[in-house]
């Protein structure tokens, strides 16, 4: 049976501890090779993709990261739903180091990424409708697994994606804050957007790691962010694990 779910696992999700490895796959695309094999895992009875974003060594920075070729082998290898696990600076108080958050919207600041698959000439143009970001089944789903396993969770935030790899400045966080960004991180997109053209339903899971830069005293080191990603991925996998097996046990293909 195909897999309907699949996982992209960012920073600090490299790998699923405690699933039977059923297969690897290596598709090919029109845009290249994804970051890593996908792996087709089971767990708890579901079956499910996993992904590395940026690789299995965790190598390729976000700005790198082949995000087409990523959803395009995502899809052709059966999924149809996509959680996306992402690591972020946190901005306010419900937004403090070791936070979960389910976003439900998202402002774009990259620039140079290969952001549509409609590029014009053959591949045509078309404009999809962005007004809700995230699918609010997939969302609704993540929310009934954090209860289920009794764990915090933030049910909304405005995802601020910059381009990286470095950390922003404290006055760009200033200026995000001031557009309404809770929490920021590098990843989410276009990577949201093109699960959207390709009728993918997608939700983005975040821990916040990190205050944003100028919310805390000091400098921002990845001692104290990695510190965070040991205990706070741990949760994230648990809420993961919960919500994969019910949306795939129940042969559930949620709806935007």
């Not at 995502?74 to 419900?94: P, Y």
């Not at 403090?96 to 290969?114: C, E, K, N, S």
């Amino acid at each position: 049976m195909s897999a309907v779910i699949a996982v992209i696992g960012g920073t600090g999700l490299c790998d699923w501890v405690g699933a039977e490895a059923l297969e690897s796959l290596t598709p090919q695309t029109p845009y290249g090779a994804p970051s890593a094999a996908l792996r087709r895992l089971r767990f708890g009875g579901a079956e499910f993709l996993f992904l590395a974003r940026h690789g299995d060594e965790h190598g390729v920075p976000p700005h790198r990261v082949n995000y087409r070729a990523n959803l395009w082998a995502l899809r052709e290898s059966g999924a149809r739903s996509v959680l996306a696990v992402n690591a972020v600076g946190g901005i306010g108080e419900r937004y403090g180091a070791g936070a979960i958050v389910l976003p439900d919207q998202i402002i774009d600041y990259t620039y140079g990424r290969d952001h549509t698959f409609f590029d014009g000439g053959d591949s045509g143009v078309e404009h999809i409708d962005f007004t809700e970001p995230y699918s609010a089944s997939l969302r609704s789903a993540l929310a009934d697994s954090a209860r289920a396993c009794q764990l915090l969770l933030v049910e909304e935030g405005v995802y601020g994606a910059t381009q990286g790899p470095r950390l922003e400045t404290a006055a760009e966080v200033r200026r995000m804050a001031r557009d309404g960004c809770d929490v920021i991180g590098m990843t989410g997109m276009p990577e949201a957007a093109l699960a959207r053209e390709l009728g993918l339903e997608y939700a983005s899971l975040c821990l916040v790691v990190n205050p944003a830069a100028g919310l805390a005293p000091g400098v921002i080191t990845m001692d104290d962010i990695q510190a965070v990603i040991d205990s706070g991925m741990e949760q994230v996998k648990q809420l993961l694990a919960d919500c994969v097996v019910k949306l795939a046990v129940a042969g559930r293909k949620p709806d935007a």
